[in-house]
């Protein structure tokens, strides 16, 4: 048998070659773009989908990431940016949503699934009369966070701060309308405006999140960190803070694992989002 002494030699080479491993990563432009724009995306994920998941409206993330397929096909077939294309067709279906719900044609879950899936049906369309799937295209199905260029970089630096300064301009009137329209409503707020904007603002989150995890995971993104804090049971502001940090952990966590073992960073980002709500949800029990 093994000596401890060897066992735990074993151990500190290990954590000696993982170290200078990050610290090698730590080097590459590649990876630092993943680090920035990893942690853009979760700060506002975190922040505007706690919020959704207030509103109850959780699915609406996969309903307007699978609108948006469709205009990230048009986008690669007409060679324009289609992360550009995918926001118009994401704003556009966002608010269609929300005019089919307050006009009465269709509850929440049937007008997301309407919109759901005439965008990706069109893509579908775009897609098989270009040809088939590119590997961009699938870059945009599943995420490839490791691959995000300067240009990518710089629109998803420029949405993200844009979301969160209008969140943070209107963080008091959006929580009022959250709890309670109504109420909000017979104090002067402007309900609809302020609606209109929240929706544009799940939109352009939803839109760049699709890098990190792809559109088949963004919805998991988008509520997983918020829907963890919640069970820890606390005030509003812990609650938003402590969502903020799990999603910060999760994505950062994944970036690194998926570059040092090779697996897609979009698996392990949700699947680490995943084990956390678990814990959340245990902890939350044990508490109580």
């Known amino acids: 048998m093994p000596s401890m002494s060897t066992s735990a030699k074993g151990l500190s080479g290990m954590s000696d070659f993982f170290i200078e491993e990050i610290i090698r990563l730590l080097g590459y432009q590649f990876f630092q ?4 724009g990893g942690a853009l995306v979760a700060l506002t994920c975190a922040v505007v989908g706690l919020l959704i998941v207030l509103r109850k409206e959780s699915m609406i993330g996969d309903s307007v990431a699978h609108t948006a397929f469709g205009g990230i096909a048009i986008g690669i077939l007409l060679g324009v940016e289609p992360i550009l294309t995918a926001l118009v067709f994401a704003v556009f279906s966002v608010l269609l949503i929300a005019y089919m719900r307050t006009r009465g044609l269709a509850h929440s ?9 005439a965008g990706f049906s069109l893509g579908l369309i775009v897609v098989s009369a270009a040809g088939g799937f590119t590997v ?3 870059s945009y199905l599943f995420g490839s ?9 710089v629109i998803t630096a420029i949405l993200a701060i844009f979301s969160l300064a209008i969140m943070g301009i209107f963080y008091k009137e959006l929580l009022s309308i959250t709890f309670d329209e109504q109420a909000a409503r017979l104090n002067g707020i402007p309900v609809t405006a302020l609606s209109i904007a929240f929706n544009v603002l799940v939109a352009v ?8 995890v792809g559109i088949i995971l963004v919805a998991a993104l988008l509520v997983l960190p918020g829907l963890s804090a919640l069970q ?3 005030s509003f502001r812990k609650t938003l803070l402590a969502s903020i940090f799990l999603a910060l952990l999760t994505t950062t966590l994944g970036i690194f694992i998926s570059a040092l073992f090779d697996v897609a960073a979009s698996g392990i980002i949700v699947f680490t989002a995943v084990g956390v709500f678990l ?7 044990l508490g109580r």
């Open 232 to 234: 820890l049971d606390q």
């Open 279 to 285: 814990l959340a949800v245990a902890y939350g029990r």
């Open 136 to 138: 961009d295209l699938f």
């Open 109 to 117: 879950d049937a007008a997301m699934a309407v919109m759901l899936a």
């Open 205 to 212: 989150t939803i839109v760049i999140s699709i890098k990190v």
């Open 145 to 153: 966070i490791l691959t995000i260029d300067t240009t990518e970089l």
């Open 33 to 36: 773009y993943a680090l920035l």
